[in-house]
């Protein structure tokens, strides 16, 4: 059973930053792609980052390329996002999971079988 744990969420004014962590269990997370999605009441949840296993691709969702890195240390089993100028409409829980192995990252939930429990970012204006 793989657990992933977020941290990092919290209170910020807009313009500020954050760094969640994501924190996996098991010896094979170097071999799987990861990502990082986000949700806010009433909406789907949507596809924020992600990163090939090989940490050698990223990929970016339109609102947040240019503002938000992610990265992973695969000797830490942790992935990252950087999350910079931030807005209100960031404001949402964020969720890191696990996609496919020996694979790149997907703007998909389906792509993803496992699913941290989430953690709060709230952008105030």
């Known amino acids: 059973q793989v657990q992933l744990v977020e941290s990092g969420g919290g209170l910020v004014q807009d313009g500020g930053s954050l760094r969640l962590s994501c924190a996996a269990s098991?010896?094979?997370?170097?071999?799987?792609?990861m990502g990082w999605f986000r949700q806010t009441p009433g909406k789907e949840r949507e596809f924020v980052a992600g990163?090939?296993?090989?940490?050698?691709?990223?990929r970016y969702a339109d609102s947040v390329k240019g503002r938000f890195i992610i990265s992973r240390d695969n000797a830490k089993n942790t992935v990252y996002l950087q999350a910079s100028s931030l807005k209100p409409e960031d404001t949402a829980v964020y969720y890191c999971?696990?996609?496919?192995?020996?694979?790149?990252?997907?703007?998909?939930?389906?792509?993803?079988?496992?699913w941290g429990q989430g953690t709060q970012v709230t952008v105030s204006s």
């Open positions: 999971a696990r996609g496919p192995r020996w694979g790149e990252s997907s703007n998909y939930t389906q792509s993803y079988d496992y």
């Open positions: 990163i090939s296993w090989t940490g050698g691709r990223t």
């Open positions: 098991g010896r094979t997370f170097s071999t799987y792609a």
